[in-house]
């Protein structure tokens, strides 16, 4: 590519990232600044919170960025900024900055899906890394937040078709439920893959929604299925009558192992059936959930074994932060891709159709 710097900021959800990201991969700086202390107080992300926040945060993080990288808006070639989907209030915030250092140092502005964020995230290189081997056409990519399951081809750059998408909860919206059903912390996804290490028995089974040989998912009814067993386990501890005593550790262990080797299961199985009916060459795996260590090493296990080769982020990748819009940013803006000042948030933006 054309070697540009980048400045990218992401403040769709609840993390406030701004990076300087060179050539698309580099990585000279990347600041997040986390709102999960403030959204665990209430089990789950307030909308006005989250942007009140950003607004907090966004020019001290935008001054670390810039301090960390050595540099001055001055000498960036763009802005990129992530415009949807997320939040309005949330996004307005990164907008609104991105478009004044824009206009005030007259530089292009370049609006990035987030979602295409996540898939990017898989180019990038950390300071001082050496050039590891980028993903290879075709590929698949599956990424897993929060908000968004879903699988999309690409032959090329910028070139997506959807292969398969939830059809209800995303994977790390059923991580964060089923978490507070067994009474773990916010975010529940980091909180079951912790507490599923310490099983000790490895026989409680969720259901899979397999959907016949579709490419979508389903995860709502492991909600339900996490109820029915956490009440079974209860009665069985004899706890029925005490709402407030917790099942013990080992129990709860066990059942956030089941659920989560349900959801891995069905991720990885569709994703593997993915890559074969399209002959990929490389999977890239993003978003959140990616940051899961069971999910990482079964994937890599089973692509492996076909000989496709799998590019997942470092965990801090995985999550929402502002080097990944710096890297889809890049190639939008060696693309030839310009946003206006009206540029606009947009709380529903898909990234792909089939
Ligand atoms: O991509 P992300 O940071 O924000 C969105 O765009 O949604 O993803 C956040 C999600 C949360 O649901 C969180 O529980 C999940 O990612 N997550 C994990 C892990 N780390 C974060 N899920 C499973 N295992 C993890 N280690
Ligand atoms: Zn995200």
């Known amino acids: 590519m054309s070697g540009a710097l980048i400045l990218a900021i992401e403040s769709s959800c609840d993390e406030t990232g701004i990076a300087l990201v060179e050539d698309g991969r580099r990585i000279h700086a990347n600041i997040v600044a986390s709102q999960v202390a403030l959204h665990a107080e209430t089990g789950g992300i307030v909308p ?27 000498d960036v070639d763009a802005v990129a900024v992530t415009y949807g989907p997320g939040l309005a209030g949330s996004l307005l915030v990164g907008i609104n900055v991105a478009k004044t250092l824009a206009w ?45 399951t879903f699988i999309v081809e690409m032959r090329d750059h910028l070139a997506y078709r959807l292969l398969g998408e939830t059809v209800d909860d995303a994977a790390g919206e059923a991580f964060d ?5 067994l009474g773990l912390g916010y975010p529940g996804g980091p909180e079951i893959q912790r507490v599923a290490a310490t099983a000790r028995h490895h026989d409680t089974a969720f259901p899979r929604a397999w959907l016949g040989d579709s490419l979508d998912f389903s995860f709502s009814g492991l909600k339900t299925a996490a109820r029915r067993v956490v009440d079974a386990a209860r009665a069985d501890e004899g706890l029925t009558g005490d709402p407030e005593t917790p099942l013990p550790d080992g129990r709860i262990a066990e059942l956030a192992w089941g659920f989560q080797e349900s959801v891995v299961d069905v991720l990885v199985t569709k ?24 999910l990482r090493s079964r994937l890599l296990g089973e692509a492996d074994a076909l000989g496709i080769s799998v590019v997942i982020p470092r965990p801090g990748l995985c999550t929402d ?4 819009i710096g890297a889809a940013g890049a190639r939008r803006f060696a693309a030839g891709e310009r946003a206006g000042l009206d540029l606009d948030a947009r709380p529903s933006l898909p990234l792909a159709a089939r």
């Open 48 to 74: 006005e919170v989250a942007a009140r926040a950003h607004l907090r945060w966004i020019l001290p993080v935008l001054d670390e960025a810039l301090a960390a990288a050595g540099v001055t808006v001055a």
């Open 104 to 148: 005030v140092h007259d530089r292009p502005l370049v609006g990035v899906n987030h979602l295409e964020g996540h898939v990017y995230a898989a180019w990038l290189l950390d300071p001082g890394q050496v050039e590891g081997p980028a993903p290879a056409f075709p590929l698949v990519a599956l990424v897993v937040s929060g908000g968004h």
């Open 177 to 181: 439920k089923v978490g507070r059903l």
């Open 271 to 294: 994703t593997i059936r993915a890559a074969r009916a399209v002959g990929a060459r490389s999977i890239v795996l993003g978003g959140g959930v990616a940051a899961n260590a069971v």
């Open 321 to 324: 932060n502002g080097a990944m």
